[in-house]
């Protein structure tokens, strides 16, 4: 399959910790990357490979995968963080990216 | 500074063209593959198409193969996207982005840097 799968919506209350997840069976093969965009803006470079962080994001923002599973974690949860948080990968060919559908994250 | 700047995005009726241009800059183009990626009014991010570094291999979503097609200039530093036959679910925000993670030989899948991106509406 070359789906990957998110929640559409998490909240997390300000300070506090929030896991938000992305599965398909390419995680097996390949990385996740993930990527948080905020109301008109582009989307911008999050997490990528094992557990990789630009520049740009905060260290309070981490990536893991088990299996079939990746997974993004913001731990003390700022407002700034409210945003949609996507995941990608490839599918089965190796050639076509794939997105997930998306977690919309509300600091609460 | 990497910088990626979109052009050509507009207002086009179905069944119409239109050519979109992104214009890299602060990192040696010809060393990358780039991509097209579009999110839709009310919809996630949807991968379009691929260009590998030397512009001849190139990969395409289903939804748009056949009807677009993606090119490169490494001179000028340009990547463009020529849409025909568009349709209205064609209507979305496009984005150029550097794509070290589209590379075959790799597991990793980043689209490293984005641009601001350009609209196109495909409306009667």
């Known amino acids: 399959s070359s789906e990957l799968t998110q929640d559409p919506a998490v909240s997390v209350a300000l300070g506090q910790t929030v896991r938000i997840t992305c599965q398909g069976d390419?995680?097996?093969?390949?990385?996740a990357t993930w990527y948080q965009q905020k109301p008109g803006q582009a989307p911008v470079l999050a997490i990528y490979?094992?557990?990789n962080r630009p520049s740009w994001i905060p260290d309070r923002i981490s990536g893991s995968r088990s299996g079939n599973t990746a997974s993004l974690t913001i731990t003390g949860a700022r407002a700034e963080d409210e945003a949609d948080y996507y995941c990608?990968?490839?599918?089965?060919?190796?050639?076509?990216?794939?997105f997930g559908g998306g977690t919309k994250v509300t600091v609460l | 500074e990497v910088q990626l700047v979109e052009s050509g995005g507009g207002l086009v009726q179905p069944g119409g063209s239109l050519r979109l241009s992104c214009a890299a800059s602060?990192?040696?183009?010809?060393?990358?593959?780039m991509t097209w990626v579009r999110r839709a009014p009310g919809e996630g991010l949807q991968w379009v198409a691929n260009?590998?570094?030397?512009?001849?291999?190139?990969y395409y979503a289903d939804s748009v193969k056949g009807r677009f097609t993606i090119s490169r200039d490494n001179a000028k530093e340009s990547l463009s996207l020529q849409m025909n036959s568009l349709r209205a679910e064609d209507t979305a925000v496009y984005y150029c982005?550097?794509?070290?993670?589209?590379?075959?030989?790799?597991?990793?899948?980043?689209?490293?840097?984005w641009g601001q991106g350009t609209l196109v509406t495909v409306s009667s």
């Open positions: 390419s995680l097996r093969r390949y990385y």
């Open positions: 602060g990192f040696t183009f010809s060393n990358y593959w």
């Open positions: 260009i590998k570094q030397d512009g001849i291999g190139k």
């Open positions: 990608n990968s490839r599918d089965s060919s190796g050639n076509h990216l794939v």
């Open positions: 490979g094992e557990n």
């Open positions: 982005a550097r794509a070290p993670g589209a590379d075959e030989s790799t597991r990793t899948t980043e689209l490293d840097y």
